[in-house]
């Protein structure tokens, strides 16, 4: 829900109200008063004293004032909104601060990398809820909103001096936790904000900040939170090495760096950036959409924020538009880094994930004699489990051909076909090394930040650089396409792929075979299906069987909203379904084929896998 905004109606007589720094009555008094007709919005309401930041008027910005005096009501609830000033360009940078993000990361990348040693999830268990240093900056840091309140104001100040965020002759002098306002995009990590004050108020420093964490190991987030801090480890660390290596070299915009951290004791982590002044927290539609775009908001104003899988009745404007700059913004970096003017490869391939050594194929597990994937009995359990899914008790959120026999004995095949080359496939996206470079792993409409120039054109920024890393484009533009409607996957592929060649080669990188890159993007696409099709038993958790007879389509709120605060559910299900019709409709089976045939066998000079190592005796 917004924040309660209220308006002060007493103290006319006294120039405003009074303020005090805490909740008693008895806490000391701030300096000034609280001008009377001042607009403030709740922080937090306890009793009758209301915690607040002031958004008109004059007085102190922020403390606690009494709702009524001798039965007297000084400040009352109203639907007044503050004046919104026109919104500016986002992340327009002083002089100044382009000169402490340069200096700081050249700093940064004049020290050795940090070798990350690998955690296993006993570890996780026994440290999450303990303090430890940081491999980055050695220093203890906060991992949640309690410890952050915990470690205070000084902390946060030696935190940003450490980093060389702020000048050394200032300090922050007040964390205020932003109660009303949950961040609930992304599945990797938790999220919240805060605001600050600071000793010398200074137009270059934010005062609204984002912290991005480890999620609690609690009942609902125990699986995520294994999951990112054990079988996708060190994403986190490759995320903070982003911001603290390359914020200044970037090509495109993202939000300001102001503090990170890791500890391989404990797992723990902290991501401290500039807030994003989104439009609306709370303004997506999970529900059925009516078939219009939202309207354009005035020039500069940030959209969203956007969740994955609902872009129908949400995005502000056709939805190519969006994923072809996204397209564009991606194909821009991956040709600076392959080019050299974002780091040497050496840096490049110490500091983000990386890909085995292209130069020596035994590493990645092809194996001409059986399925290099996993055994054919553990195949064969999930791709019953998922059939039974998709043509039975969930059928009515797929497509109807998924009942037919047909499809199941293609989408069997298909998966058995997957599985059997799996990691021939990956050696293919890699092997001409034209095609890999590094970049965002992940970049899709939650972790992208959109507006539109006075002339309406659209403009983006990035964050969320979990996971950042060298690695074929063929697979990494997936990522950036999984969560688009299946349209969108269906008549712009090949545009978002010829795209992508054109602005890799405008910005330094190499020539590709557009053709060829789409092929990679499917066939990345059919990969994604074995771990979908293994989180059955995890969607039945979500949404037990038993609801499923009373659902009729996948906007039943059941299965549409984000589900303890994730949006795993939905996302589970709106990839399944657009696999499944690139499979039937898009000619996937196909495209698989001819892997085998003009790729496995005619390029990579091997006989093709039989049918016993395909599918079993």
Not at 40 to 69: A, F, H, M, N, Q
């Amino acid at each position: 829900m917004p924040a309660q905004i209220w308006e002060v109606v007493g103290g006319g007589d006294k120039g405003g109200i009074l303020v005090r720094e805490g909740q008693s009555l008895k806490s000391t008094e701030c300096e000034g008063r609280l001008s009377t007709g001042a607009l403030i919005e709740e922080v937090d309401l306890v009793g009758e004293r209301l915690c607040y930041k002031r958004l008109t008027g004059s007085g102190p910005e922020d403390g606690w004032v009494s709702l009524t005096i001798k039965g007297k009501e000084i400040v009352t609830k109203t639907d007044k909104k503050p004046e919104k000033p026109p919104a500016t360009e986002p992340g327009v940078k002083s002089d100044k601060v382009m000169t402490m993000i340069k200096e700081r990361c050249d700093r940064e990348l004049a020290k050795p990398p940090y070798e990350w040693k690998m955690i296993d999830m006993n570890l996780v268990m026994t440290n999450h809820d303990k303090k430890g240093k940081g491999c980055i900056y050695g220093m203890e840091f906060p991992w949640n909103e309690a410890t952050l309140e915990e470690f205070g104001p000084e902390w946060l100040t030696k935190a940003f001096h450490t980093v060389g965020s702020m000048d050394k002759d200032n300090r922050v002098t007040k964390i205020i936790l932003e109660r009303k306002i949950k961040v609930t995009t992304g599945n990797n990590g938790g999220k919240f904000l805060f605001e600050v004050r600071y000793a010398k108020p200074d137009p270059d420093l934010h005062t609204k900040l984002f912290a991005k964490v480890p999620f609690p190991l609690s009942a609902h987030t125990k699986n995520d939170r294994l999951s990112s801090s054990v079988n996708k480890q060190p994403a986190e660390l490759y995320e903070i090495n982003a911001y603290r290596y390359l914020e200044a070299t970037l090509p495109m915009k993202t939000p300001r760096f102001y503090f990170g951290d890791i500890c391989n004791e404990t797992s723990n982590w902290i991501l401290i950036t500039e807030r994003i002044d989104f439009h609306d927290f709370e303004g997506n539609n999970f529900g059925k959409p009516t078939g219009e775009h939202p309207p354009p908001l005035p020039a500069y104003e940030i959209e969203g924020p956007y969740d994955k899988c609902i872009d129908s009745g949400n995005l502000r404007g056709d939805h190519m538009e969006y994923y072809l700059l996204m397209t564009r913004v991606g194909a821009k970096m991956a040709g600076l880094a392959k080019s050299g003017q974002m780091g040497s490869q050496e840096l490049l391939s110490k500091s983000f994930r990386s890909h085995p050594d292209i130069k020596n194929p035994a590493v990645w597990g092809m194996n001409p004699q059986a399925a290099s994937g996993q055994p054919i009995k553990q195949q064969d359990n999930i791709v019953n489990m998922s059939i039974d899914m998709m043509s039975d008790w969930a059928k009515q959120v797929f497509p109807p051909y998924v009942t037919s026999d047909a499809f199941k004995k293609k989408f069997k095949k298909t998966m058995n076909t997957m599985n059997a080359y799996v990691a021939e496939i990956n050696y293919w996206m890699h092997m001409n090394e034209d095609y890999v470079a590094l970049g965002h792993m992940n970049l899709n409409v939650d972790n992208a930040y959109f507006w539109r120039t006075p002339e309406g054109k659209l403009d983006c920024g990035v964050f969320d650089w979990g996971g950042m890393g060298t690695s074929s484009y063929g697979n990494k533009l997936w990522w950036f396409y999984y969560c688009a409607d299946y349209e969108v996957l269906d008549k712009g592929m090949g545009k978002l792929c010829e795209t992508f060649c054109e602005d890799y080669k405008a910005s330094g990188g190499p020539q590709l075979d557009a053709k060829e890159l789409e092929m990679m993007v499917i066939i990345a696409g059919l990969n994604q299906m074995p771990g979908l099709m293994a989180a059955v038993p995890q969607i039945i958790k979500m949404c037990p069987k038993k609801n499923w007879p009373e659902i009729k389509d996948r906007y039943d709120p059941r299965i549409a909203l984000n589900v303890d605060d994730k949006s795993t559910l939905r996302t589970y299900l709106h990839c399944m379904n657009n696999i499944v019709r690139i499979i039937e409709e898009k000619s996937g089976a196909e495209v698989l084929e001819s892997f085998v045939q003009d790729i496995y066998v005619g390029r990579m000079k091997q006989t093709a896998k039989t049918d016993a190592m395909i599918n079993g005796a």
